[in-house]
């Protein structure tokens, strides 16, 4: 029987980055995984396809839309190749999951490809495709088995016409309608994907806001310009029953008045958000607990009811976003190494990947208010930046909130071109916990999107913004 240090199970951002880390401190090291590929939901069906895919709905789109604008002449007429789009997203999907393999070998981590499940807290069954046990010993497991997308009870997923996220990224046609249910993250950005390429979209949401958990600014933003878009929105709707009529689905709901409505599609998203996924873990013969939303149970270390297991990720408390999975591979790592890191989940972004993208990290307003937190407000919005104009990306602002008294800042909310990359110097400055007077006086190159962040801290300090 093989011994190791460390298994981890699972291989997506967290388990992967839990196991490299676990290596490269010296100890030996064995990840598994029950599908063929390595890089879990995030590098397989969900963050590189998603993105992968919205890259290229968005070229197509600007050739449609703004080519002309800009003095680029294509003659005769644009065309979407689907099949050659879902190809080449498989070919990224292909070559980032051949990285994980080289990162294992380059780090001397033995792969085992099957079904992980506890014997007991140091044996672990793999059950493999061709129907052989091999069972493993690990002085300590790390649990990595991330989530699946969530349904509601009366919904019967058909992945055909009723489908989830999974089924979204390798469509053979494009809908005529898509009925998305679910105003979050990933309806927001499938259904985005979809409407550029022709598809009527209809965001069927039961809160009275899409992306809810976020700042209420970007909310009301981002579905203004995805109204723009002519995507169309059906807020505080509570649907109630999906069903297939051949090539048809039809999805009806109440209202806020509590009148049904019906709405009629030929495809229909269910994006209601994901669930921890443990199926097949066996998780009691080890000892480990799980909550009443089947999530594992962990203390402030990330560790387990057993104490010489550990769980991350998707599979336990928080947000389910791969970097936040990737930063606690590494906390439980170290910790195993002897070491004392540490995560503030406070200063973990969050990140829409539509166009114009939204980012956030820290408090929302309404959270500041809640707490009876004292705070001030910089906005400056993207249409006032020289580079926006220049490449026609005007929609969006970035707002910082700042506290009252001391000025440091709390929360950084934004939405506009490439503020999934801009986010990150919000990250940094509160990390080191400054205040926005220090963000307002950094030098930010000209002309460039970062500008906003510097004259939203200028708003937050004194009122005074130069360019608006």
Known sequence: MSQYDVAVIGSGPGGYVAAIRCAQLGMKTAIIEKYPTLGGTCLNVGCIPSKALLDSSHHYEDAVKHFEEHGIDIPGEVKVNLKQMIARKDGVVEQT????????????????????SFKDATHIDVAKNDGSVETIEAKNIIIATGSKPSTLPFISIDKERIITSTEALKLKEVPKHMIVIGGGVIGLELGQVYKRLGAEVSV?????????????????????????????????HKVKSVERVGDEVVVKADDKKGQEVEFKGDYCLVSVGRRPYTDGLNAEAAG??????????VNDHLQTTASNIYAIGDVIRGAMLAHKAEEEG??????????????DYNLIPGVVYTWPEVAAVGKTEEE????????KVGQFPMRALGRSRASMDTDGFVKILADKSTDEVLGVHMIGARCADLITEAVTAMEFRASAEDMARMSHAHPTYAEAVKEAALAATEDRPIHI
């Not at 480990?288 to 149970?297: N, P």
């Not at 500041?368 to 705070?375: H, P, R, S």
């Open 97 to 116: 999951t051949k990285g994980i393999v080289f990162l294992m070998d380059k780090n001397k981590i033995d792969v085992y490809e099957g079904l992980g």
């Open 204 to 236: 069927v949401e039961y809160m009275d806001r899409i992306i809810p958990g976020m700042d209420g600014a970007l909310s009301k933003e981002l579905m203004k310009v995805m109204k723009k878009q002519k995507v169309k929105f059906h807020l505080s």
């Open 288 to 297: 480990v607990q799980l909550d009443e939303r089947g999530r594992v149970v």
């Open 330 to 343: 590494t906390l439980v790592a170290e910790i195993l190494a002897g070491q004392k890191p540490h995560i």
């Open 368 to 375: 500041l208010k809640e707490a009876g937190i004292e705070y």
